[in-house]
């Protein structure tokens, strides 16, 4: 089961309360802020969208 499309159209960045791109890919599922290059991974169907639990974009895909 994915987020529901209603909280992807809700959520915000923690940090800049930017827009956020939402991926469902090889590298899992998250929440991309491009303003802030954070990334904000779901586990579990939840997103964890907290700023100290973000990956950064340029480590996402490497095991970071």
Known sequence: MAVSHELIEILACPK???D???VND???EAFICHA????????DDIPIMLVDEAVALKDWGDGG
Not at 37 to 43: H, P, T
């Open 16 to 18: 800049c309360k930017g």
């Open 20 to 22: 956020l791109e939402y």
């Open 26 to 28: 090889k590298r899992g």
């Open 36 to 43: 802030c290059g954070l990334v904000y991974l779901v586990k």
